[in-house]
T-cell receptor, first 114, second 115 residues
Framework: QKEVEQDPGPLSVPEGAIVSLNCTYS??????FMWYRQYSRKGPELLMY????GNKEDGRFTAQVDKSSKYISLFIRDSQPSDSATYLC??????????????FGKGTLLTVNP | NAGVMQNPRHLVRRRGQEARLRCSPM?????VYWYRQLPEEGLKFMVY????????ESGMPKERFSAEFPKEGPSILRIQQVVRGDSAAYFC?????????????FGPGTRLTVT
């Protein structure tokens, strides 16, 4: 079983749709959960990070973490064509381990159509 | 505040040559990380450095790869005697000196092609 599983998509939605992106993980020692956005041929851009279980909202983006299910989500409301990118989930802060090492999913390619 | 800078952005090397990738962290950041992104793969941790110290190089191949972060100047990832399998995007990230491991900010990457 891979440490982090993320559906690669591609996911195609119309402008204005609500987008749901998800990752599952197997290592219960992870404490921090991040979402990065990566445009084609660019570096990952940190969107949001959360610590432990719960929700965090930032503008049109909401991150959810359910540690009991080892499941994290990113919701994008009122999606825009400029949101078209690959979204990477990442985990770190491994309790009792290398807390600085981020473990990434493979990314989900999202296209928002005008 | 300038972000993480990497150069070159693209690098082409023939098999057997050396590749040298440079990374300048964000201003005020003293922790540097290198990750590699192979085609169709997620980013993989390679090495974590602080000024003049290698903290963790467990993700780096034992042979041909080395990294440094000198007191002055950028961090360098060096690949000797490159092979085709080294072709990938190499990303550098940095984080602030106090905690903040979860806030790693990435540079634009260096895309290495080995011919």
């Amino acid at each position: 079983q891979k440490e982090v599983e993320q559906d690669p998509g591609p996911l195609s939605v119309p402008e204005g749709a609500i987008v749901s992106l998800n990752c599952t993980y197997s290592n219960s020692a992870f404490q921090y959960f991040m979402w990065y956005r990566q445009y084609s041929r660019k570096g990952p851009e940190l969107l949001m990070y959360t610590y432990s279980s719960g929700n965090k909202e930032d503008g049109r983006f909401t991150a959810q973490v359910d540690k009991s299910s080892k499941y994290i989500s990113l919701f994008i409301r009122d999606s825009q064509p400029s949101d078209s990118a690959t979204y990477l989930c990442a985990m770190g802060g491994e309790w009792g381990g290398s807390n600085y090492k981020l473990t990434f999913g493979k990314g989900t390619l999202l296209t928002v159509n005008p | 505040n300038a972000g993480v800078m990497q150069n070159p952005r693209h690098l082409v090397r023939r098999r057997g040559q050396e590749a040298r990738l440079r990374c300048s962290p964000m201003k005020g950041h003293s922790h540097v990380y290198w990750y590699r992104q192979l085609p169709e793969e997620g980013l993989k941790f390679m090495v974590y450095l602080q000024k003049e110290n290698i903290i963790d190089e467990s993700g780096m191949p034992k042979e041909r790869f080395s990294a440094e972060f000198p007191k002055e100047g950028p961090s360098i990832l060096r690949i000797q005697q490159v092979v085709r399998g080294d072709s990938a995007a190499y990303f550098c990230a940095s984080s602030p000196p106090t905690g903040g491991f979860n806030e790693q900010y990435f540079g634009p990457g260096t895309r290495l092609t080995v011919t």
